[in-house]
């Protein structure tokens, strides 16, 4: 009997434990749902649509694409994450990819890991296809410009409160002659996470 009681204090205790705990409060300056007060898509999109804008708009790459007097080829690197966080970088390379190539100011050529996975295509198709329909190897086209970044965070703590603000850089520059164009950078990305008191 004493056993039984025992364990029903136990999960009594246990119960008002839990019942006494609420989930994180997360406050940020957009009205975009935010739940864990950590890095997400939504962040990945107001960063993006203002760096793209900024890049469309920067003078000395208006002045470069009209001395080109065409269309230029671009590359988007991998953004590099200097967070101790885990971020989805590539996401965010993605995005400002699609936002690029959309504009029509700019064509998208592969990099990376994609152009490898291209080449590797280009061998098999070369030892497995016929003549007139392998693709031919030798024949891509070089981009004109570069586009990388890189993704930090700056915690700060103080009780239960965490405030976490994101900065994002931006930098394109010429393959030619690695000059850099533009640089451009986003600090809007600001949280505050109050964690809840336990409470007896």
Not at 21 to 49: F, H, M
Not at 81 to 100: D, G, Q, R, V
Not at 143 to 152: D, H, I, M, W, Y
Request: overall charge negative.
């Amino acid at each position: 009997m004493k056993r039984i009681l025992s364990v029903f204090a136990c999960l009594v205790s246990l119960a008002v434990f839990f019942g006494c705990t609420s989930a994180p409060e997360v406050s940020r300056t957009d009205s975009q749902e935010d739940l864990s007060g950590y890095w997400n898509s939504n962040d990945v999109k107001i960063v993006c649509e203002d760096l793209v804008n900024q890049c469309l708009a920067a003078p000395r790459i208006i002045e470069a694409i009209s001395v080109l007097g065409r269309v230029p080829r671009i590359i988007v690197d991998p953004f590099r994450n200097e967070s101790s966080e885990h971020i989805n970088t590539a996401e965010l390379a993605s995005l400002m990819e699609i936002a690029l190539d959309q504009s029509g100011r700019f064509s998208t050529v592969a990099g990376g890991q994609e152009r490898q996975d291209i080449r590797k295509e280009q061998e098999d198709q070369l030892a497995h296809a016929s003549e007139d329909t392998a693709a031919a190897i030798g024949a891509e086209l070089g981009a004109e410009f570069r586009l990388s970044g890189t993704v930090s965070a700056n915690v700060d703590r103080a009780g239960n409160r965490t405030s976490r603000a994101y900065t994002v850089r931006v930098y394109l520059s010429d393959v030619t002659t690695t000059e850099r164009l533009w640089s451009g950078y986003n600090d809007s990305i600001r949280k505050t996470i109050v964690q809840p008191k336990t409470r007896f």
